[in-house]
């Protein structure tokens, strides 16, 4: 079976005028939109490019780019391709074999529709009470149906190119005809990557935002809206689906709960920054998630609503010692519905 | 000479009947440990509650020459209470107080019963600002015989190997004089095992109980932070393993270096993780402490060798653990329940070499291995473990685990490394290796201190 090869159409980017991939990019400065070019053409060209080492695997341009052109994943390209390292090479070896399909996985009763946990055990946590009446039971978990696109950060597109398929065909295998994402990287793989990739999905990804805001409209005679002021923590891989986006302002809009109006949010959000500090150092991802979390303090938010679990373990313990609460969103929607927040920071600090 | 019976009654005499046995239940169960080597039945199972008592039995055993053997909860994993020659054994857990914490002069004294839990307990109860060094061994090993085989803790890094923590001795002599050791010999106060005196402590620590039996014990405690991380740091490069624990231990701000391998589960393959604790009183402090375990190694995080990792609460929580937890897990890697480990205490310069062997050996015969090395003070030592799981109902891989731990055992030695907590196999082998003239020495510690040749026979037996 033939390697899966990225569909990059470089003509796109001939015709480009405001190159948003790179202009827009919040961690690299270039003194105008004709040295972007190009830097951008030489990526293209497969030259060296300051691109291909400063980039920080944000995922943003994949948002920024007007044309849904998949800036981004030309630059994994390009990065493994040249030998590039975004990250110490024990933590790349690290991932790729944690994340080995090796058989193990967990299955519960698989219908027609199921819930994907991708390779996250905060699922077990979070997916509980009336929003999954009906479905909780049919589940998938492990690293047979693990999305892979986390080694997006790693510059290993190969190894994405390599088991994406076959997660593709375990999930199918499962029966399934609707997957219900719970988490962005999962969406993002099956309806971006995949596609940039030419690989066909044999079942449709539905985002949880969307399952969420359906069952809530469900349920809405037992919503009592919590008339709460909210930061929305958006994640790397929401840029990989930004058309999801939208859900926020839907689901927040029938729980009572005002998206803060702040610097760091929508196209301009910063993410939890943790893949920058494993990537580059403590410096950069303090100051990112300072400002972000001085952005929350300064517009009011009383809660932080997270979308990613892996943002979760990042910030959580750090908004909370800014004196806002931190919660996942299926646990936003849970408050509303009369049910208890299940995913918290651990009770007490580190055992001493 | 008493007949069993008569020395039956005797000993119930001493420590109430209710707390000694002949029975075929208590000799099965202390005939053995949780290791390799074949078991052998004492005669006898007897509890003491005092250091009086234990004076008692040690008389009655000296007198009667009958071999005695003291327990604290049988978990060396290398037969150091297996009692070679029968006899008696003596049950330490009964002597469970914890007599004294002075904090003003940062020692307890207990009883030599006391467990690392119930230490651990009391501290965090009553004395939330004080710690020890807690083993990685299950809660319920006592620090007494965690001493006696100079076992290592969480503040081995700092502090050194447990037994350097000891700060005094209560002492029964194989002929059963009561002996104090240390400052406590002429004041009433437990703060040093041995200067400005001559330190005799040497004469019963690292001895496995073959030279008297500790029946108290002074034990050094430290500040406890309020606050407590870990940082996780990995590589692949086995080379630079010994450069990194340098590196971390010349910060003088880690509290523990660990450095675990193993090839499963798969996320732990081809990696070294390195674990660097750290403490502090708030997050200022905890801050400052990582950045100077970043800068300590960002030379070699900048050419990509060594990476950190982002710690998840669900994963941080076993690692802070004290104990941890995953030895006891990697005791049913193979199913059945058997580990055992190979722990020579080396030069830390030796790690890459003895990582090559100890994946050689488990390749060669089909073992599962894991490795966890703890450096011991500051980078003077480490002790590396050469671990094998294996499955109690199979004979042949527990034979095959045995060769394999013999095999790394002659390797760390012929290294330049010493055997810790030696099985008498292993004894053996240092003794063979050993300047005759300590050998001598020690031959003549023992006759001078144990005439009947009764203390825990078969260990440190030195032709």
Known sequence: MPSPELEFDKTKCAACETISCLVKCQYMDFKDTNEAKKEWQKVINNQDSIVLKSCNTCYACEEYCPFGNHPFYLIVERQEEKGILPAPRPIITMWINQCQPVGKFIVGRVDERALSYCFLPHFNTLVKGKLFDGIAWSAIFGQEFFCNAVYLHYAKASVIKDRLPGIVENIKNQGIKELVCLHDECYGTFTSLASAYGIDMPFRPIHYYEYLYGRLKELKDVIKPLNAKAAYQRNCSARLCPQTDHYVDDIFGLLGVERVKREYDRENALCCAEIFRMARGPAIADDVQKRNLDDMVEFGAEYCVFNCPACWDSLADKVANRGIKPIHMIDLCKLAIGEEQALRLPESGAEV | ?463
């Open chain 2, 1 to 463: 000479m008493l007949t069993a019976a008569a020395i039956y009654d005797a000993l119930g005499k001493i420590v109430g009947k209710d707390f000694v046995s002949d029975g075929k239940e208590e000799r099965y169960f202390y005939a053995r440990d949780g290791g390799l080597m074949p078991p052998h039945e004492p005669d006898f199972v007897v509890l003491p509650r005092t250091s009086e008592e234990v004076q008692e039995i040690v008389k009655l055993a000296n007198r009667e020459k009958v071999p005695i053997v003291p327990h604290g909860a049988g978990l060396a994993l290398t037969g150091l209470v297996i009692p070679q020659r029968g006899g008696i054994v003596l049950d330490m857990k009964r002597m469970d107080r914890i007599l004294e914490v002075n904090e003003k002069a940062r020692y307890v004294v207990i009883e030599a019963g006391v467990t690392h839990g119930a230490l651990k307990h009391h501290l965090q109860k009553h004395h939330p600002h004080l710690r020890h060094s807690i083993p990685d061994s299950p809660p319920i090993a006592t620090i007494a015989a965690n001493v006696v085989i100079h076992g290592q803790g969480r503040l081995s890094q700092q502090h050194g190997f447990n037994s350097d923590m000891v700060s005094g001795l209560e002492v029964v002599l194989p002929t059963g004089e009561l002996c104090r050791i240390g400052s406590c010999s002429v004041s009433s106060y437990w703060f040093s095992k041995g200067p400005p005196l001559p330190d005799l402590s040497g004469l019963f620590l690292g001895w496995f109980g073959t030279t008297g039996i500790i029946t108290k014990l002074g034990l050094k405690v430290y500040p406890c932070k309020k606050m407590r991380d870990v940082m996780l740091a990995l590589t692949d490069k086995a080379e630079l393993v010994p450069d990194i624990m340098l590196r971390l231990s010349h910060t003088e701000m880690v509290e523990d270096v660990v450095v675990a391998a193993q090839p499963l589960p798969l996320r732990f393959k081809g990696t070294f993780w390195i674990m660097a604790y750290i403490t502090g009183d708030g997050h200022e402090e905890l801050e400052f402490k990582r950045k100077m375990v970043w800068d300590a190694l960002w030379e070699y995080f900048e050419s990509r060798d060594v990476g950190f990792l982002s710690i998840p609460s669900g994963m941080k929580a076993p690692l802070l653990s004290m104990p941890s937890k995953d030895t006891t897990r990697f005791a049913d890697v193979s199913k059945g329940g058997g580990f055992q480990y190979a722990g020579p205490i080396a030069p830390i310069e030796k790690f890459p070499l003895f990582i090559r062997k100890l994946e050689e050996v488990a390749a060669d015969h089909k073992l599962f291995y894991s490795s966890t090395s703890r450096l011991i003070g500051a980078g003077h030592c480490m002790m590396f473990s050469f671990s094998f799981s294996f499955n109690r109902a199979n004979a042949d891989e527990m034979a095959r685990a045995k060769t394999a731990l013999d095999e790394c055992s002659r390797f760390a030695l012929e290294e330049g490394g010493v055997l810790w907590k030696a099985d008498i196999d292993e004894q053996r082998l240092l003794m063979d290796k050993m300047d005759p003239n300590t050998l001598v020495l020690m031959k003549k510690i023992r006759q001078l201190l144990d005439p009947n040749g009764i203390m825990n026979p078969g260990n440190w037996e030195i032709r």
